[in-house]
C-alpha cells in the first residue's frame, strides 16, 4: 500500500541552549555550564522526527535570508525533509532561548519565531494542493493561529487526518477543535486547555473528555514519564513510556512523539500501536541532547519496540 505523504505546518527557530543550576533573576547574570547551538520549533522538530522515521513529510513555513535560514535547509535535507517554505528577506529566521535545568534536564523557552510568525491563511491556499493530498496533517500553535485554522480546515475538508499539538496552549474554539482527529497536549496544556487540573490518569480522563464533548475524535494525551492516554468515546488506554536509557534532556520529547505518531498514521498503523510508536521515538529522544539532533531513526525505533 502506498505511503500518503504526512504534512507539517509550523515554525522552525534556531535554539540557543543554556545549561545551568537555575534561572537567574530579573537583573542578575549568573555563570552556566554549558552553550549550544542547534536547529529547534516544534514543526521543524516533528519534520526532522518523521523524516528520520522514514515518512514522505513536507513541511510548510517562512524563514529569513539568513544564515539561520540555510542552517534550516541542511537540517531537513539530512532528514529527508521536503520543504514548502518561502524566504522573506524583510524579516529573520526565529531563534529560541531555552534554560535547562541541570540537575534534572527540565526546560523552559522563550521562542521568537520571526518570518514565520507572518503565516497567514493566503500561504496556506498556496500550499493547499499539497494539504489534500496528505495521509496525514499536523500543526501546533507557534504560528498565527489563523494560519493553522485554515489548514486543518483544508485538510479537514479532503479527508485527511488531522493532529494538532496545541503548543503554546491558547484558547481554542470549538469550531477549531471539530476539525481535530487527534489532539496531543501535554498535562500542561490540557489542563489550560479544559480548566481540569490534570494530576492523574482519572484526572487525565476528565480532561480529554472535556475535549471530546467540544467536537475532538481522540485525544493523545502525554504524561512524560507515565507514557500516554488514548482517550476517544470507546476507548481509554494509558499506554506506557518506552524507556531507551537514562534521561539527558526532555526538549524534543513531545516532538518526537508527534512526529512518530503522524509517521505511523500514515502507513496505516492501529491507533494505539501508532501512539506506543511515538512514545518509543520520544523514549530515545530523551537520551539525547538537542532538539533536532535528538530525534531517532527509524531502525533504532524498530529495535526499542522489538526489545
Request: glycine letters at 12%; proline letters at 5%.
Amino acid at each position: 500500500m502506498e505511503q500518503k505523504p504526512v504534512v507539517i505546518l509550523g515554525v522552525f527557530v534556531a535554539d540557543t541552549a543554556y545549561r545551568a543550576e537555575r534561572m537567574p533573576r530579573i537583573g542578575e547574570t549568573i555563570l552556566g555550564q554549558s552553550f549550544a547551538l542547534g536547529p529547534g520549533g516544534k514543526g521543524s522538530n516533528q519534520a526532522v522526527a518523521a523524516g528520520r522515521l522514514g515518512a514522505d513529510v513536507h513541511f510548510i513555513s517562512r524563514l529569513g535570508a539568513d544564515a539561520f535560514g540555510d542552517m534550516a535547509l541542511a537540517v531537513w535535507a539530512e532528514a529527508g525533509v521536503k520543504p514548502a517554505v518561502t524566504r522573506d528577506p524583510a524579516s529573520y529566521t526565529g531563534a529560541a532561548f531555552i534554560f535547562l535545568e541541570a540537575a534534572t534536564g527540565d526546560n523552559a523557552i522563550i521562542i521568537a519565531p520571526g518570518a514565520a510568525a507572518t503565516l497567514s491563511p493566503a500561504d496556506i491556499d498556496g500550499q493547499a494542493g499539497l494539504i489534500r493530498r496528505a495521509g496525514v496533517f499536523v500543526t501546533q500553535l507557534e504560528q498565527p493561529l489563523a494560519a493553522a485554522a485554515r489548514a486543518l480546515l483544508i485538510a479537514h475538508k479532503a479527508g485527511v487526518t488531522t493532529i494538532l499539538n496545541p503548543a503554546p496552549a491558547q484558547a481554542l474554539g470549538d469550531d477549531l477543535l471539530r476539525l481535530c482527529d487527534y489532539v496531543t497536549p501535554n498535562e500542561t496544556e490540557a489542563e489550560e486547555l479544559t480548566g481540569v487540573r490534570v494530576d492523574g490518569i482519572e484526572a487525565a480522563r476528565a480532561a480529554a473528555d472535556a475535549l471530546l464533548a467540544r467536537g475532538v475524535k481522540a485525544v493523545v494525551m502525554t504524561l512524560g514519564a507515565k507514557g500516554a492516554l488514548y482517550h476517544t468515546v470507546g476507548r481509554s488506554e494509558v499506554v506506557l513510556a518506552v524507556r531507551a536509557g537514562p534521561v539527558v534532556e526532555t526538549t524534543g520529547a513531545g516532538d518526537a512523539f508527534n512526529g512518530g505518531l503522524a509517521t505511523a498514521l500514515a502507513r496505516g498503523v492501529e491507533p494505539v500501536e501508532a501512539v506506543r510508536f511515538g512514545c518509543a521515538a520520544a523514549g530515545i529522544s530523551v537520551t539525547r541532547s538537542g532538539s533536532a539532533a535528538s530525534m531517532p531513526r527509524l531502525a533504532e525505533v524498530e529495535a526499542l519496540l522489538a526489545r
